[in-house]
């Protein structure tokens, strides 16, 4: 059964970092393509980074510059390095893990960017 966890969420000022990781079990991890989205209040989910097996990258327009997704194949781990963050990255933040049949998500870690 796939797993995935996310965590690295907190509250943070405007201009700070977060660092978010998704630990992911039930599958070989380093054969699929790999993303983060988010999901602010009243808004759509929107696809803030994608990686492939190869290591391929691609960002939304909104965080391009900003942030950086990377993987670790050894540790089936998924990261997100969020930088110069600002209120408008405040979301619920989840990973995804694709296969060519399923998409699996996991439960999501709550980012609030405020003062």
């Known amino acids: 059964q796939v797993q995935l966890v996310e965590s690295g969420g907190g509250l943070v000022q405007p201009g700070g970092s977060l660092r978010l990781s998704c630990a992911a079990n039930?599958?070989?991890?380093?054969?699929?393509?790999m993303a983060w989205y988010r999901q602010a209040p009243g808004k759509q989910r929107e696809l803030v980074a994608t990686i492939t097996r190869g290591g391929s990258t691609n960002y939304g327009d909104s965080v391009k510059g900003r942030f950086t997704i990377s993987r670790d194949n050894a540790k089936n781990t998924l990261i997100l390095q969020m930088n110069t963050l600002k209120p408008e990255d405040t979301a619920v933040y989840y990973c995804?893990?694709?296969?060519?049949?399923?998409?699996?998500w996991g439960q999501g870690t709550q980012v609030t960017i405020a003062s």
């Open positions: 995804q893990l694709r296969t060519t049949t399923l998409d699996y």
């Open positions: 039930g599958m070989i991890f380093s054969r699929y393509t």
